[in-house]
């Protein structure tokens, strides 16, 4: 099974939910992209399909891609008008760079931000200072945040979540040879990096996702024993960032519970998820099935509560020549009726 992690999570990194005037909480959908764009609405199991637009087609110079520069720049696709922006590069583009969305305290005024920065565990230069700097949407023009101090690692196996207009992510830091595991802040409104909290004790596998519109869930699973699912959820996130910090919202205990990464050694997709009322984890994930004496990868919605699997619904179902596979199963998000300039 071939990964085009690093020729598609380039046009995807922004992709995340989109702050701004939304519909309904309730009408969250996913969005995943691999040989297709595909969206998918939990509510009515609808999935609607549409070729890649040219724009978003995977990278061609894969030889510039293994030295670490992308030889096109990013792109920005809204879900619900298809519409496509187009981020000429201030300097370079490089395959560890991360970004975020958001926009300050008035998007109406000062628009949306596109947040970007390096992360060079496994780049050839490793040794070369972390990039960041703001694309700003209003003017498509880039500001370098030289002062922005990178002292933690992204954990790469999640998303980051967009919320209230800031983004946030897992990260890692080593302070006196202890680790800490915490939430790391964009706040788009002052453009700078802040410590939220801490995290709960890490297991194997952790996820992350957006809350009632203004908080964060956190979900631990370990796929080796998944017949415990943890989630756990944080007080409201205050404009100050001051008082955040978890809490256990509901534990799910149970011996038919799906592995939502279903075998971490075959590098699987990382899940998406996101919690609905009445204590409900919606997910999309990667899974697998018998056929014979062959085991097609499938592409799994799951509904699961406090009991344990509600239903579950096969939504693409591939073959190992047929399957190209992402590094993420897919995205959360809202549809806004705010554009991107």
Known sequence: MVRSHQEQEVHLRTL??????????????????????????????????????HELQPLENIKAMRHGIKNR??????????????????????????????????????????????????ADH?????????YYCETSTWRALDDAKVDWTMDLTCQGVSVMGNMYWLARRVVQMIIEDFILCF????????????CPLYNINNYLSCFDGDRLSFLQQDEAEPNIIEVWATNKLADDGDDVSFTKYFRVVNPDLPSLLFDHREM????????????????????????GDKFPICIVLYEIDVGGLRNQRVTELHYENDYVGTFLCGYVYVPSLVPLP
Request: overall charge positive; charged content about 30%.
């Open 16 to 53: 995340a939910s989109l702050p701004g005037r939304s519909l309904r909480t309730d009408e969250r959908r996913f969005l995943r992209i691999d040989k297709t764009v595909q969206i998918m609405e939990p509510v009515t199991i609808t999935r609607s399909e549409k070729p890649i637009p």
């Open 126 to 134: 490793y040794h070369c200072e972390a990039d960041v700097e703001i």
């Open 268 to 291: 699987s997709s990382q899940p998406v998820y996101y919690i609905a009322k009445n204590k409900r984890i919606i997910a999309w994930c990667e899974g697998v099935v018998r056929d």
């Open 187 to 198: 706040d788009f409104s002052v453009e700078t990096f802040k410590d939220v909290c801490f």
């Open 73 to 122: 720049p990013p792109r920005s696709l809204e879900p619900l008008t298809r519409r496509i922006a187009l981020m000429q590069p201030s300097t370079r583009f490089t395959t560890s760079d991360h970004y975020g969305i958001g926009h300050g305290d008035n998007k109406y005024r000062d628009g949306y931000k596109i947040l970007r920065f390096s992360d060079r565990r496994y």
